[in-house]
C-alpha cells in the first residue's frame, strides 16, 4: 500500500510531516477567525456581538460534518492499515454522499431557527437583524462546507497532508482577502456589510472544495470517491456513525457551552457576553494548531493500530502530547504578556477591554494541562473509540464547567465563569488520561 510509510518511518520525523501541514493551516484558519472578526467590529460593536451569538449555530454545522468526516477518516486509515482496499473505498464513497446531505439538512433548519434562537439572548433589534442577516447567507452554504469536510478527511486518510493544506489555505487566503472588499466595498463591488463578511466565508469554502477535486484530478487518491455497486455497506455506514456521532457530539458541545454561558453573564451585563464572543475567536489560534497535531495524528495512530503496531501508537501519542503543550504554552505566554493589546483588536470600549483581560489571564491558567484532554480525545476517536472520547467533552464542556460556571459566578461574579474554564480543565486532564490508558490497555475488536 502506499501509506505503508505510516508504519514504517521514525515517530517524530512522521509526526511533524502530517502534523505541520496541518498546524499552518489552522493558524491560517485562526488567522481568517481574527480577520474577520476584526473587520466585522469595524461595522459596530453591534455587529461583533451579533457575530458571538450567531457563532454556536455555525459551529454546530461545522461539527456535524467534521465529526462524521472524523468517522469515515478513522475508518478509512483502519481499512488501508488492515490492507482491505474495498471497504476503505466504500467509506470514501459514503462519506461524500451522507454529508452532503448532512448540509443540505443543516441549511434549513438553521436558517429557520436562527430569529428564535437570538431571541433567547438578546432583545436588541439592530443585534437580532444583523445576527439573521449573516446567517442567511453564511448558512446557505452548508453543502458545500459538508462536502468540503469529508474530502479534507480523506485525503488525510491517504496522507495527503501537504495537498490538504495547500486547499486548506487557499480558501482561508481567499477569505481573508475578500472580507474587507466584501464588506466595505472596495473597487467595483458594493459595499455588503455584515453579509460580505458571510459571503467571503463562503466563497472561500467552495474554493476550498474545487482544489479538492482539481488535485485528485491531477494526482489521485488510492481511493475511489465515484458511487458503486459496492459502496453500499451497511456496516461501514454503522461504523462511521458510530464514531463520528460522538465526535459531532465533541465538536458541538462548546456550541451549548457557549449559549449557556452567555445566559450566565447576560445577567451581569452584555459586555461579557462580547468578552466570551472575542475569546472564542482569539483561543482559535491555539485550539486549532493543536487541532492541526490531531488531524495529523489521527490517521496514523488509525494505520498502525490496524496494522497492530500498539507500541508505535502510544509512541505517537506522547510525542503529540508534548507538540501540543508547547503550542499552549506559547498561548499562556501571550494572555498574560498583551491581553489588552489582544482584547483591543475587537473593541475601543475600555470597560470591555479590562473585562476582556481579566478574563483571558484567568482562563489561560489552563491551557498547557488541556494539551491532555485535546490528545487524548483525539487519539480515542483516531482508534474508533468514540465513546470514551465523547466523555472527555462532556465533562470539558458539560458536566464540570457549567455547574462550576453557576455556582462560582455567585460568588465572585462574571469572574467566577472565567474561574471555571481553568479548573475544569485540571480537573478533567487526570480523567481523559485515564480513559486513554484504559482504552489502549484493552485491543478492541477489529472495525
Not at 78 to 90: F, S, V
Not at 124 to 133: F, I, N, P, Q, T
Not at 377 to 397: K, T
Not at 403 to 429: K, M, N
Request: hydrophobic share 55%.
Amino acid at each position: 500500500m502506499q501509506q505503508s510509510f505510516m508504519k514504517d518511518r521514525p515517530i517524530l520525523p512522521l509526526v511533524l510531516s502530517m502534523s505541520l501541514p496541518m498546524v499552518l493551516s489552522m493558524t491560517v484558519a485562526s488567522l481568517y477567525n481574527i480577520v474577520d472578526s476584526y473587520y466585522v467590529a469595524r461595522i459596530s460593536e453591534d455587529a461583533m456581538t451579533a457575530l458571538s451569538l450567531v457563532y454556536p449555530i455555525q459551529n454546530l454545522i461545522n461539527a456535524v460534518t467534521i465529526g462524521f468526516s472524523i468517522g469515515a477518516n478513522a475508518v478509512i486509515s483502519y481499512h488501508l492499515g488492515a490492507q482491505n482496499q474495498e471497504k476503505a473505498n466504500a467509506a470514501a464513497a459514503q462519506s461524500l454522499l451522507w454529508n452532503g446531505l448532512h448540509g443540505l439538512v443543516l441549511t434549513l433548519v438553521c436558517i429557520a431557527v436562527m430569529p428564535v434562537f437570538l431571541s433567547l439572548f438578546t432583545q436588541s433589534a439592530a443585534v437580532m437583524d444583523l445576527g439573521v442577516r449573516y446567517s442567511r447567507v453564511a448558512f446557505a452554504f452548508s453543502v458545500f462546507v459538508g462536502v468540503s469536510m469529508s474530502m479534507e478527511k480523506i485525503f488525510q486518510a491517504a496522507g495527503r497532508m501537504v495537498m490538504t493544506m495547500v486547499c486548506m489555505l487557499a480558501g482561508c487566503v481567499c477569505n481573508i482577502v475578500l472580507d474587507p472588499v466584501l464588506i466595505f466595498g472596495y473597487g467595483p463591488f458594493p459595499e455588503m456589510g455584515i453579509e460580505g463578511a458571510a459571503l467571503a466565508t463562503g466563497i472561500g469554502q467552495v474554493l476550498s472544495l474545487a482544489l479538492y477535486f482539481v488535485c485528485n484530478a491531477i494526482r489521485p487518491l488510492p481511493l475511489r470517491l465515484l458511487p458503486s455497486r459496492t459502496m453500499w455497506d451497511g456496516a461501514i455506514a454503522r461504523k462511521m456513525y458510530a464514531i463520528g456521532i460522538p465526535a459531532t457530539l465533541n465538536l458541538a458541545l462548546p456550541s451549548l457551552l457557549i449559549s449557556c454561558l452567555n445566559v450566565i453573564l447576560a445577567a451581569f451585563s452584555q459586555v461579557y457576553v462580547l468578552v466570551l464572543g472575542v475569546y472564542y475567536k482569539l483561543q482559535t489560534f491555539l485550539y486549532l494548531p493543536a487541532n492541526g497535531i490531531v488531524q495529523g495524528m489521527r490517521p496514523i495512530i488509525g494505520y498502525n493500530f490496524g496494522a497492530k503496531e500498539y507500541g508505535r501508537v502510544a509512541k505517537i501519542y506522547r510525542v503529540a502530547l508534548l507538540l501540543s503543550a508547547a503550542i499552549m504554552a506559547v498561548g499562556t505566554a501571550l494572555c498574560w504578556a498583551i491581553p489588552d493589546q489582544l482584547i483591543g483588536l475587537f473593541s475601543e470600549n475600555a470597560e470591555t477591554i479590562a473585562a476582556g483581560s481579566t478574563a483571558l489571564r484567568l482562563i489561560s491558567i489552563g491551557f498547557v494541562i488541556s494539551s491532555l484532554s485535546v490528545i487524548s480525545s483525539g487519539a480515542l476517536e483516531g482508534l474508533g473509540m468514540g465513546g470514551p472520547s465523547l466523555a472527555i467533552s462532556l465533562l470539558r464542556y458539560v458536566a464540570l464547567i457549567l455547574p462550576l460556571a453557576f455556582v462560582l459566578s455567585r460568588f465572585f461574579g462574571a469572574s467566577g465563569v472565567w474561574h471555571a474554564f481553568w479548573v475544569t480543565e485540571f480537573l478533567t486532564a487526570g480523567v481523559s488520561y485515564a480513559l486513554y490508558r484504559r482504552g489502549t490497555a484493552r485491543r478492541p475488536a477489529a472495525q
